[in-house]
């Protein structure tokens, strides 16, 4: 609960989704302004892939201020999430997995078995992702976007980027429990009912709940981090961008 009370520190920078007009200035004055937020230099805005195969729609700009999203930009991040190409080879490596363990093996083997788990393990893609960044956050007004610390030691940084599966921020800029994480995952288990047969009881539910919830807690840490490793990968890249900047 220590990482709940983390949650209520602003964090560096102040993030804004799509489609703003306010400028990195008045960005970087907000963050000045904001206590407890150390005066740093403005970051890069977010890249849209993390490694070049990862989405990363749902961090929020670092550049801007922050702006509620209205019911169709958070749509908007769940379909880039959803379909976004790199995201076809992310369900078909699951799947692949999915087909050695066998958990479902009225499913088949070949090609017919790997197919029909394929079209599971992406359903349960696309439904976690239109419920968690589309529908519950934009029925309970809250901000599907992740947004980084971008600053601090790193197990702080850590607690920070685990404690927003429990902590998120709302379209009224203030914190409270992530009921769209908790209530959209639980949502999709339960619709997963419909195709996997012999995976129906509420043990069942509550195991991919909890899958869902860890893996979102892996990319929250992902997303915290991603800069911080591009910049150790391509450390001449980076500072070619800070030259420009300046």
């Not at 692949?96 to 093996?105: E, G």
Request: aromatic share 10%; charged share 20%.
């Amino acid at each position: 609960m220590a990482c709940c009370g983390c949650a209520q520190e602003p964090e560096a920078g102040a993030p804004l989704a799509v489609g703003s007009a306010t400028s990195s200035a008045d960005a970087a004055n907000s963050a000045s302004n904001t206590p407890g937020t150390p005066n740093t230099a403005v970051s890069q805005p977010p890249d849209k892939h993390m490694f070049g195969i990862l989405p990363n729609y749902r961090t929020a700009d670092p550049t801007q201020a922050f702006r509620a999203l209205s019911p169709l930009e958070k749509f908007t991040i769940a379909e880039h999430d959803s379909f976004d190409p790199p995201g076809y080879f992310i369900a078909g490596w699951y799947t692949m997995i999915y087909q050695l363990q066998n958990p479902n093996p009225e499913f088949g083997q070949g090609m017919k078995g790997y197919a029909h788990r394929y079209a599971t393990t992406y359903a349960d893609q696309m439904a976690g992702n239109i419920m968690t960044e589309g529908a519950m956050p934009s029925l309970l007004h809250e901000d599907p976007r992740y947004f980084r610390r971008g600053y601090g030691s790193v197990p702080v940084r850590v607690a920070w980027a685990l404690s927003r599966i429990l902590v998120t921020r709302t379209d009224r800029d203030k914190y409270r429990f992530n009921y769209s994480e908790f209530l959209g995952n639980a949502v999709s288990a339960s619709i997963a009912n419909a195709y996997y047969p012999r995976n129906r009881t509420p043990g069942d539910n509550v195991q991919r709940l909890e899958v869902q919830l860890m893996s979102d807690s892996i990319s929250n840490c992902l997303k915290e981090f991603w800069p911080d490793i591009k910049k150790a990968l391509h450390p001449g890249s980076m500072r070619r961008h800070t030259a420009h900047d300046r």
